[in-house]
């Protein structure tokens, strides 16, 4: 995250002292960006009563204003003080070295861990900014993703932001397991904000909301019957894109069926009310509620996630961030806020 030391006065205790080593060394393994304004940073530039490498990552990031300052000062950023400025955290909090360590993303898997670290990095990328996206995985295994959250958020070895799948498999329909433990768990959380990040994702599964771009791209080696239904399901109304399971392939018609044997009505009548695509592949059924048959998606496969992964890996992908979904932006966007840093220090 972006660390601004904000109208810092000269008056450091030994705790003062320690968070500023502390936060030095964040900045030099990469952890997090260590910024702040002008004076604050001249002032510990030169301070004698922390260490010369610390002194030497400040004047680093004095450095940087002329080429960062403008970034920093346009985006989410933490004020942090050893004055009595309402609107800033103490200093003295990171004393506690564990405040600023490297910043924990706690996904359901690791799949879903390389996916997002990778899209966060190409929106923080198409910014401008020349610097990364640093987090340190923790595989919460599925439906184990409850306790491994809560045991993380016990250890506490940095900030944490918490990605879970909502499974729900159709509009206005019921949230997985999963998802249910860790929103409990969440709750109980003693973290402020700015420590700590619980997103339950509103789609069914992370794919749901994958640039178009990035899905078509792990699809390259699919039989081209799939990839022009694809292609064609990709112009699908967003409430059915957003709950279609991917993987083994749906339908209007399907979901439809769920959400009757669930007693859903909210959801039965959002389907309902769902235009079919003109464009999108159809399929016809007794349960279709259009004569014509409803919009179908097809079966992509268990590895798709996997593929998606890899493609983000192996090749830049043409993709314009301003166009994708709303909902993954308002992710990445937290995970950018938690996650950006500058490059480490190569001693």
């Known amino acids: 995250m972006i660390i601004f030391l904000d109208k810092l006065v000269d008056a450091f205790d030994e705790r003062d002292a320690l968070a500023l080593e502390n936060l030095a060394s964040a900045g030099r393994r990469g952890h997090h960006l260590i910024s702040g304004d002008r004076s604050s940073l001249g ?25 960062q300052g403008s970034f920093i000062s346009s985006s989410p950023r933490l004020l942090v003080s050893n ?29 879903d861990f390389a996916v997002l ?6 929106l923080l990328g198409s910014t401008g900014f020349v610097g990364t996206v640093s987090f340190r995985p923790i595989n919460g295994g599925g439906s184990t993703t409850a306790a491994c959250l809560s045991q993380a958020i016990k ?77 064609q399901a990709l112009r699908c109304e967003e409430d059915f894109l957003r709950f279609a399971c991917f993987k083994k392939g749906d339908s209007v018609c399907s979901m439809l069926s769920r959400a009757r044997s669930d007693g859903n ?41 996997e593929g998606i992964a890899k493609a983000l890996e192996d090749q830049p992908i043409k993709t314009e961030p301003q166009n994708w979904p709303r909902e993954l932006l308002r992710a990445l966007g937290t995970l950018v806020s938690f996650g950006i840093a500058n490059e480490p220090i190569r001693v």
């Open 43 to 67: 002032l510990l530039a030169e301070h004698q009563r922390i260490s010369e490498v610390s002194r030497a990552l400040f004047r680093r990031e004095f450095n940087k204003l002329a080429t």
């Open 83 to 111: 004055s009595d400025a309402s609107n800033c955290v103490s200093l003295k909090e990171f004393s506690d070295h564990n405040r600023c360590g490297r910043c924990q993303l706690l996904a359901e898997n690791l799949t």
């Open 117 to 122: 670290k990778g899209l966060a990095s190409v």
């Open 155 to 231: 250890d506490f070895e940095g900030p944490i932001v918490c990605v879970v799948d909502s499974d729900r498999k159709y509009p206005e329909g019921a949230i997985g397991g999963t998802a249910r433990a860790c929103r409990g768990v969440a709750r109980k959380a003693d973290l402020p904000e700015w420590l700590f990040s619980h997103i339950e994702l509103e789609c069914r599964e992370l794919e749901n909301i994958v640039p178009e771009d990035h899905i078509v791209a792990a699809t390259q080696t699919h039989p081209e019957t799939t990839k022009v239904k694809l292609r």
């Open 265 to 305: 009505k909210r959801g039965e009548a959002r389907l309902k009310s769902l235009p079919q695509s003109t464009v999108g592949p159809r399929i016809r059924c007794n349960a279709c509620p259009n004569p014509d048959g409803c919009n179908e998606f097809p079966a992509l496969g268990e590895k798709l996630l």
